[in-house]
């Protein structure tokens, strides 16, 4: 089972990298920021967010000991920060000067690696903070890296579609074409496994692509034939591009979070599906396990993060056990689910009241002003109006994800519009927000971020009254 135990809500733009350590878990975004979070509440850290990159945060990354983390950027820096306090420890510049796709700590920590746009890749010494060595792939962009749990090679993926072994020495060991369209992403087993013959060691690891496909493969490591990558099988379940996958730290589960929407945790060892989980509204941009606890966090496009738990457990902090996938919509809440639904609200002075006036998932979403006012003597205006506001998001969001057809929806906002424009991209979106997408978002497409040939935007009438059309149909 698969219970959602919380939902953070702060950057203010897609989610594109999230990542745990033994007590927090941090997450990066377009916005040029990282979060930190406590696990034991999943309250932001004071010294959140942290800022300093230019442009967007690609990646960020825990060393094994949780005491530092790593970020990188388009803005061609690679940033180690204290997770103590926040405090910049080094900024580590790509000497190429290209964008920063992705980096990732060694095992022991000795060793820090940073792939680039322009398919260069660097392993920096973590104690002297200097380049240790540096290589680069033939074509592409590195997107994706891994270490092996022993720390004698790493993997990087590329845009070309390769996946490239190193030693650390930076040698190419092996190399295979994996993903026709380009990696988005590997990881390699913390659990390495052993055929019974002398001298051989297997290494499960996982990619993904813009193929669709989930790979998996056994890198075999020989004294006497060096570092072989084998192809080993391909996991069906996604219906679009997957941009993200990742190993539990028992290597019993695989994650992977697509295009499609949906994240699909996978049991590698017999290809089974074990939980599909389709709450972002969005792409799914990566996927992360917690190393001590039975926690998955996804983040997406739509600028969430989505924390799970795995297996048997009570909800976290303010979430309500409806949260599971299996739970169904707030209609079936219980008593329970809408007294931790309030406290996610900010409104946890009312837990009582509603208690004592048995307001279940039914009773909350008929609530009106009146009922407020007369049955649940809530005499502050204020509140009132916050509680409806609350209310109707709720109202909104079941009939959303239920009924309204995605060409109704701005693409931005993910909400039903009701004055849709067309941009000079050829997609409808909101006025309100697609004007001010064009104000602060430098003037690209939000579907394609290719830029506008035109800011002007043209009511789309036939669309507006097709909705108002489905609206009628809804009411009958």
Known sequence: MATLIHTLADHSDDVNYCAFSPSCLATCSLDKTIRVYSLSDFAELPYSPLKGHTYAVHCCCFSPSGRVLASCSTDGTTRLWDAGDGRVLAVLEQPSGSPVRVCRFSPESAYLV??????????WNVQSLTPSRSGSVKDGSLVACAFSPDGSFFVTGSSCGDLTIWDDKMRCLDTAKAHDLGVTCCDISSQPVS??????????????????????????????????????CTLEGHSAPVL?????????????????????????????????????????TTCAFAPRRPLLATGSMDKTVTVWQLGPGQPGPGQPAAGSECAGTAEDWSEDDVAAWLRAQDLAALVGLFRRNNIDGKELLGLTRESLRNDLKIESL?????????????RTKAMGSAAVPDEFVCPITRELMKEPVIAADGYSYEKEAMENWITNKRRTSPMTNLPLASLMLTPNRTLKMAIGRWLEAQQH
């Not at 019974?196 to 998996?216: V, Y």
């Not at 949906?262 to 017999?270: G, K, L, M, R, Y």
């Open 114 to 123: 940073s792939g680039a746009a322009d398919g260069s890749a660097v392993l």
């Open 195 to 232: 055929d019974g013959e002398r001298g051989l060691r297997h290494f499960r690891m996982a990619s993904c692509g813009q193929d669709n496909q989930i790979k998996l493969w056994l890198i075999l490591v020989t004294d006497f034939l060096g570092v072989e990558l084998k192809y080993k």
């Open 244 to 284: 993200a996958c990742a190993f539990s730290c028992d290597g019993r589960m695989l994650v992977s979070g697509s295009v499609d929407k949906c994240v699909i945790v996978h049991e590698p060892s017999t290809g089974n599906t074990l939980h599909t989980l389709s709450r972002h509204t969005r792409y799914v």
């Open 382 to 394: 204020g509140l009132r109006s916050k509680v409806l506001r609350k209310v109707e998001e709720l």
